[in-house]
């Protein structure tokens, strides 16, 4: 079947400007996550989605970083004001529960000129 | 809160073994693994849960410390596709899962 689907593969925004990045889980699965990875690091969480609900947010650096995931399924992770730090491969996971294996996307790089 | 690997990094020849560590400062309810290759996503390997309960990959196996909140990877008769970056995961509080510092396998042959 499909696995986790993230688009845009890349984007290339100029400082100050807003950005969306989208997440389609596989099927079924309840649980999803965020993490950004900085070259050379291992994945930093974001936040963590049961459901509908943010069950964890508390990985988010600011709040210029807000995720949504009205109907359970599509995530979308959204950067206000993006800064040059921001910079990364943001990836998004989806699981049938946290003790379940994750399933990665290929994640979206980021670049924030 | 971030777990902890050692080594950071290890060079093998075909054929040889290696273990790599992971370590937490929270209790555990649960420890992944995962290998991720440049530029690619991380993969699944293996997940060990708190009262012994173990899933995961039939050529690699792993150990599960709850008392010491320790888990180790085992990777026996190495192969060149086992290069990569190895991260354990863990969850301790049933919401966060976090990844650990990473070790670089790199195996020649």
């Known amino acids: 079947g499909a696995g986790v689907s993230q688009t845009p593969s890349n984007k290339v925004t100029e400082k100050g400007k807003y950005v969306e990045l989208r997440c389609d889980p596989i099927?079924?699965?309840?649980?999803l996550y965020w993490y950004r990875q900085s070259l050379g690091q291992g994945p930093e969480f974001l936040i963590y989605?049961?459901?509908?609900?943010?069950?964890?947010d508390s990985g988010l650096p600011n709040d210029r970083f807000f995720a949504v995931r009205p109907e359970g399924s599509v995530s979308t992770l959204k950067i206000q004001r993006t800064e040059r730090g921001d910079s990364a491969v943001y990836l998004c996971?989806?699981?049938?529960?946290?003790?379940?294996?994750?399933?990665f996307g290929n994640g979206t790089r980021l670049t924030v000129t | 809160q971030q777990p902890v690997q050692s080594p950071q990094a290890v060079i093998l020849r075909e054929g040889e073994d290696a273990v790599i560590n992971c370590s937490s400062s929270?209790?555990?309810?649960?420890v992944h693994w995962y290998r991720q290759k440049h530029g690619e996503a991380p993969v699944f390997l293996m997940i060990?849960?708190?009262?012994?309960e173990q899933k995961g990959h039939e050529k690699i196996s792993a150990s599960f410390n709850e008392k010491k909140q320790q888990s180790s990877l085992y990777l026996t008769a190495s192969q060149l596709s086992y290069s990569g970056t190895y991260f354990c995961?863990?969850?301790?509080?049933?919401?966060?899962?976090?990844f650990g510092t990473g070790t670089s396998l790199t195996v020649i042959p």
């Open positions: 996971a989806s699981s049938l529960s946290i003790s379940s294996p994750l399933h």
């Open positions: 099927s079924g699965h309840t649980a």
């Open positions: 989605f049961q459901g509908t609900g943010a069950a964890d």
């Open positions: 929270k209790a555990l309810y649960s």
């Open positions: 060990l849960l708190k009262g012994g």
């Open positions: 995961g863990t969850d301790s509080t049933g919401n966060q899962f976090y």
